[in-house]
Nanobody
């Protein structure tokens, strides 16, 4: 199973930006779709963004209103989530997930289609 490692979380003030990273622990691993989710205590896992590795399709949660951007470095096999204009309600743990399949856009928001998950990175936005 692919091991994923998220990094880049931390404590920031309202309006600040953070860039989360997601990298496989083994560089030879290949995946075809990568997504970012978050989960607050007592709440359902929330989809944020996903993209196919070949960039042929990308999807964002409507609720983000353009504040977050997903990208990836194909050479380093690292995926990123650039988060701008952070708000206190963005405070929670963020997870990356990968799929061995090139997911169709309509399936990208469904956690069940992802094979591997990272341990998560905490983001805290102070008011």
């Amino acid at each position: 199973q692919v091991q994923l490692v998220e990094s880049g979380g931390g404590l920031v003030q309202t309006g600040a930006s953070l860039r989360l990273s997601c990298a496989p622990s083994v560089s030879t691993i290949t995946w075809y779709t990568i997504g970012w989710f978050r989960r607050a205590p007592g709440k359902e896992r929330e989809f944020l963004a996903a993209t196919r590795w070949n960039r042929s399709s990308t999807r964002y949660a409507d609720s983000l209103k353009g504040r977050f951007t997903i990208s990836r470095d194909s050479t380093k096999k690292i995926a990123y989530l650039q988060m701008n204009s952070l708000k206190p309600e963005d405070t929670t743990v963020y997870y990356c997930a990968t799929s061995k399949n090139s997911l169709i856009t309509s399936n990208m928001a469904n956690p069940q289609f992802y094979d591997s998950w990272g341990q998560g990175t905490q983001v805290t936005v102070s008011s």
